[in-house]
C-alpha cells in the first residue's frame, strides 16, 4: 500500500505558539486530507486539499498540498487547551475509489 | 457531533460469540467504509461498498462479514474472533468519485471500541 510519512511524531508546546506538522508520500495524491481524532471518537475533518499548491484555511488552522502532490502540512495557529489531540493526514489516489491512505499521526499536547 | 452514527459505542464478546456492529448515515452517501484501528496507529482499511455492492475487501479474515442492506445502513457482522481483534472499528462514508475524477472526503462516525475475551 501507498506509505505516508507523517512528522513530528509527537509534540509538546506552550498554549499560545505556533504548530507545523508534514506529511511525504513516496506516490502521488490526487487529493490530500487532514483529520484530528480525540480519545474515543472518531476522526474530523479538519481541511480538504483538491489542486497542487492549493493553500487553505480554516480559522487557526492552514494546510498546503504541496507542488509535487507528494507532500502536504498542516500549521495551527495560537495554539489553545482543545487543540490536543491526533493530527492525521490522508491522501486519495486516482484509482476511481475513495478509500484514503492515512499517514501515521502526530499526537500534539498543549500545555497551558 | 458526527453525521455517522455507530452503535454500541462499547461491546465485549467471548470468541465464540456472534454480534453485529451498525452504521447509518443520512447525508446520501453512496459509498460506505469499515476500518479497523489499533492504539496509537492510523486507520486501516477493511471493506469498502459504492452502490451497496462490495467493492474493496483488503483481505480480511472471514470471521468479518460486512453487510449493506441499503444506502443509508452499513453492518458488520462479527463471528468467533480472537483477542488480537480487539479495536477501535470505525465506519466512514462518503459520496463516490465524480466521473471528473474529483475525490469526496470520508466522514467518520465515533466508531465501536470492542473487547474480544
Redesign the interface.
Known sequence: GQQLNQSPQSMFIQEGEDVSMNCTSSSIF??W?W?KQDP??????LI?L?KAGELTSNGRLTAQFGITRKDSFLNISASIPSDVGIY?CAG?D?T?????F????TRLTVIP | DTEVTQTPKHLVMGMTNKKSLKCEQHMGHRAMYWYKQKAKKPPELMFVYSYEKLSINESVPSRFSPECPNSSLLNLHLHALQPEDSALYLCASSHLPSTAGYNSPLHFGNGTRLTVT
Do not use: D, R, S
Open positions: 490526487n487529493t486530507l483529520y474515543g471518537e472518531g476522526p474530523v475533518l480538504a483538491y492525521f486519495q486516482q476511481g475509489a475513495n478509500n484514503l492515512f499517514g501515521t499521526g
